[in-house]
């Protein structure tokens, strides 16, 4: 039975959004600027640095045109320096019941967000971005399916090749002002290839993104993060709703991460493909079962419209759903299928 957070959580959750919302337009520098463009038919808004001095650059992605968007430029004269307020909002949260993550996590996460990762679209993917949900949704997750020793940072090929703007920095150098001791790792199919970083054996970062293609062996380069991305099938669906949530660390990071019904139904598809780790499997199902769940009670529909479009996509996608929802308890059964 899913059991809520308290009201307080909530509320508490929706001002901390509010506030990391703010934020991020607050950090540009006096004089800057909100400028448009037009590519392929799309709006699309940047930011004019001001001319002159050690903060001269081009102009910097925001986001695509819609209407949050357009308030949040409105107010981003709002602004002010609150991180300790927000400090103060994350440990309350926390206090409710939602799941904070491991300091080396919240530290990477941090550290892309500053270094702009996320206002160029790229998402978190996995258990990092699972432990966001309990906030964002107000339930209580289980543990079993909180534990990660890795993070995953995805991004849609599509997007990576159109945004013009990308990291000014390498992301090892990231994850280097993190830890020192990240170490490239070599991409499994071309030594050559970097598409993921580590301590060792002690943590891991690993650079994803779409291939909606035929399965292939040679890593994508995305020229936004500056990094070669593992080219993963099913991707693509994950991928094509992000929302903003909050990791619970610090003063809170704003990211991008799958919306949580996409990120359900594709827990199911990927728990039947993995035929090496059936622990990593069984790990899937779980926070799948958890969100349908918590999905059920409070966006049914969203639910069973990613349920629907995941089936029509193949009868490979059909099978391997087949296949994860027969191992699933009967009301999570009955909510995906109506």
Same mark, same amino acid.
Not at 100 to 129: H, M, N, Q, W, Y
Not at 185 to 207: C, I, K, N, P
Not at 252 to 260: M, S, T, Y
Not at 311 to 320: A, H
């Given at each position: !039975?899913?059991?809520?957070?308290?009201?307080?959580?909530?509320?508490?959750?929706? #001002?901390? !959004?509010?506030?990391?919302?703010?934020a991020r337009?607050?950090?540009?520098?006096?004089?800057?600027?909100?400028?448009?463009?037009?590519?392929?038919?799309?709006?699309?808004?940047?930011?004019? !640095?001001?001319?002159?001095?050690?903060?001269?650059?081009?102009?910097?992605?925001?986001?695509?045109?819609?209407?949050?968007?357009?308030?949040?430029? *409105?107010?981003?004269?709002?602004?002010?320096?609150?991180?300790?307020?927000?400090?103060?909002?994350?440990?309350?949260?926390?206090?409710?019941?939602?799941?904070?993550?491991?300091?080396?996590?919240?530290?990477?996460?941090?550290?892309?967000? #500053?270094?702009?990762?996320?206002?160029?679209?790229?998402?978190?993917?996995?258990?990092?971005?699972?432990?966001?949900?309990?906030?964002?949704?107000?339930?209580?997750?289980?543990?079993?399916?909180?534990?990660?020793?890795?993070? /995953?940072?995805?991004?849609?090929?599509?997007?990576?090749?159109?945004?013009?703007?990308?990291?000014?920095?390498?992301?090892?150098?990231?994850?280097?002002?993190?830890?020192?001791?990240?170490?490239?790792?070599?991409?499994?199919?071309? *030594?050559?290839?970097?598409?993921?970083?580590?301590?060792?054996?002690?943590?891991?970062?690993?650079?994803?993104?779409?291939?909606?293609?035929?399965?292939? /062996?040679?890593?994508?380069?995305?020229?936004?993060?500056?990094?070669?991305?593992?080219?993963?099938?099913?991707?693509?669906?994950?991928?094509?709703?992000t929302i903003?949530?909050?990791?619970?660390?610090?003063?809170?990071?704003?990211?991008?991460?799958?919306?949580?019904?996409?990120?359900?139904?594709?827990?199911l598809i990927?728990?039947?493909?993995?035929?090496?780790?059936?622990?990593?499997?069984?790990?899937?199902?779980?926070? *799948?079962?958890?969100?349908? #769940?918590?999905?059920?009670?409070?966006?049914?529909?969203?639910?069973?419209?990613?349920?629907?479009? *995941?089936? /029509?996509?193949?009868?490979?996608?059909?099978?391997?759903?087949?296949?994860?929802?027969?191992?699933?308890?009967?009301?999570?059964?009955?909510?995906?299928?109506?």
């Open positions: !039975m899913i059991q809520r957070l308290p009201l307080s959580a909530s509320t508490s959750y929706a #001002e901390l !959004m509010e506030r990391l919302r703010l337009f607050g950090e540009f520098p006096a004089g800057s600027s909100f400028v448009s463009k037009t590519v392929k038919g799309r709006l699309y808004w940047y930011v004019q !640095m001001p001319t002159g001095g050690a903060s001269s650059r081009k102009q910097i992605y925001v986001g695509p045109d819609n209407d949050d968007l357009r308030e949040r430029i *409105a107010r981003h004269g709002e602004h002010r320096i609150d991180i300790e307020d927000r400090r103060r909002l994350v440990a309350a949260i926390v206090a409710s019941g939602a799941p904070k993550p491991d300091r080396t996590s919240g530290e990477i996460a941090a550290a892309l967000a #500053e270094a702009g990762a996320f206002r160029l679209r790229a998402a978190l993917v996995g258990t990092i971005a699972y432990q966001t949900y309990a906030a964002h949704l107000a339930v209580r997750l289980p543990v079993t399916s909180l534990a990660t020793l890795d993070l /995953d940072i995805a991004q849609d090929f599509g997007v990576a090749t159109h945004v013009d703007d990308k990291l000014d920095r390498p992301v090892l150098d990231i994850l280097r002002e993190v830890d020192l001791r990240f170490t490239p790792v070599s991409y499994a199919f071309d *030594a050559a290839r970097t598409t993921g970083y580590a301590l060792g054996e002690r943590y891991r970062v690993d650079v994803l993104t779409t291939n909606r293609g035929a399965p292939r /062996d040679e890593p994508s380069f995305l020229p936004t993060l500056g990094s070669d991305a593992v080219p993963l099938p099913f991707l693509d669906f994950l991928l094509r709703e903003e949530t909050a990791v619970l660390h610090g003063p809170g990071v704003l990211v991008n991460v799958p919306a949580p019904a996409r990120y359900a139904v594709h827990k990927v728990s039947r493909n993995r035929k090496v780790n059936p622990e990593k499997g069984l790990k899937d199902r779980l926070q *799948a079962a958890q969100l349908i #769940e918590a999905l059920a009670l409070d966006d049914p529909f969203a639910l069973r419209e990613a349920y629907a479009e *995941a089936r /029509d996509r193949g009868e490979v996608w059909r099978e391997l759903l087949d296949q994860a929802v027969s191992l699933l308890p009967t009301e999570a059964r009955a909510a995906l299928e109506g």
